[in-house]
C-alpha cells in the first residue's frame, strides 16, 4: 500500500508542476502563436517570473529600452515550478510597469486579459495532463 501511496503522490504532483507549466505557457502565448499576448519589444513576456515564496512585484520602473528585442526563455521558471513541493503555492507574475495595463486595459485600449484567459483554462488542463499521465502509466 505504502509503494502505491507514493506513486500516487508522485503522479499527482507531476501533473500539477505539468499543469502549471501549461497555463504559464499559454499567458505568455504571442498573439502570432494564437495566444492573447501582444509582442513588440519582448520586454512584457520576458519579465514574466515564477517563485514559491510571493507574487513578483510589478517595479514601476520596469520599462523596455529603445529599440532592444527581449527574449524569454522559460528555463528559470521550469527550476522554479521543478523545485515545489507537493501542496506549495505557485507563483507566476510580470514585473513590467505595464503588465496590468495589458492584462486589464488602460487609456482607451481593450484588455488582454492573457493571464486571466491562461487561468480559466487551469481545469481543462488539468484534465488533459491526468489523461496524458493515465495513459503512461500504463492506464
Do not use: C
Not at 83 to 92: D, H, I, N, R
Not at 125 to 133: D, F, H, L, N, T
Amino acid at each position: 500500500v505504502s509503494d502505491w501511496v507514493a506513486q500516487s503522490k508522485k503522479r499527482v504532483g507531476a501533473v500539477v508542476k505539468e499543469s502549471a507549466q501549461r497555463v504559464i505557457s499559454e499567458a505568455q502565448k504571442p498573439v502570432g502563436e494564437g495566444g492573447r499576448m501582444r509582442v513588440d519589444t519582448g520586454f512584457l513576456r520576458a519579465s514574466g517570473q515564477a517563485s514559491t515564496s510571493s507574487m513578483p512585484a510589478i517595479n514601476a520602473n520596469a520599462t523596455p529600452g529603445s529599440g532592444q528585442g527581449y527574449q524569454y526563455s522559460d528555463s528559470a521558471i521550469a527550476l522554479v515550478i521543478a523545485g515545489a513541493g507537493l501542496g506549495q503555492t505557485l507563483y507566476f507574475g510580470y514585473t513590467a510597469s505595464y503588465a496590468a495595463a495589458r492584462e486589464y486595459g488602460a487609456r482607451g485600449q481593450e484588455p488582454d486579459a492573457f493571464v486571466r484567459v491562461a487561468a480559466q483554462k487551469w481545469p481543462q488542463i488539468v484534465k488533459q495532463v491526468s489523461r496524458e499521465a493515465f495513459i503512461r502509466s500504463g492506464g
